[in-house]
């Protein structure tokens, strides 16, 4: 899904690492996609994404949540919210294009709690590049 996303900061060490505010929502990505120069302060249209290096950890949660919780100062997030088809929302829908959760039609239209490894950030083209 396609969101306009502020740059809150980018990390001078790893070029890949960036923070950014997407519907009210903070959090810190990995940028593999990124064709232009981006500036702390501005905002810029984004896809996002999840990966999982090892195994997609899933399970049913109680309550409605939608949230993203950072695990330590790493990039691993808990994301919660409602699973449905190939996305889940947790404020901000991600798609899951790995095709994990077919693995699981058990807990479709059900509030779920997944770990990934990262949350990938694609900045996107505009018209205007």
């Not at 990966?51 to 695990?71: A, P």
Request: aromatic residues 14%.
């Amino acid at each position: 899904m396609e969101y306009t996303a502020l740059v809150k900061r980018l990390d001078p060490q790893i070029e890949e690492e960036v923070t950014l505010e997407v519907e009210g929502i903070e959090f810190t990505g990995f940028s593999f996609v990124c064709p232009y120069i981006i500036e702390v302060g501005k905002s810029y249209p984004v896809s996002l994404g999840f990966t999982v290096l090892d195994e997609l950890i899933i399970r049913e949660i109680q309550g409605e949540q939608k949230e993203l919780e950072r695990i330590g100062l790493g990039y691993e997030y808990y994301i919660r919210g409602l699973l449905y088809g190939d996305t889940i929302d947790g404020g901000i829908v991600f798609t899951d294009e790995d095709e994990y959760f077919s693995d699981y039609p058990e807990l479709m239209d059900k509030y779920v709690e997944i770990k990934v490894d990262r949350i990938s950030v694609e900045f996107l083209r505009t018209t205007t590049d």
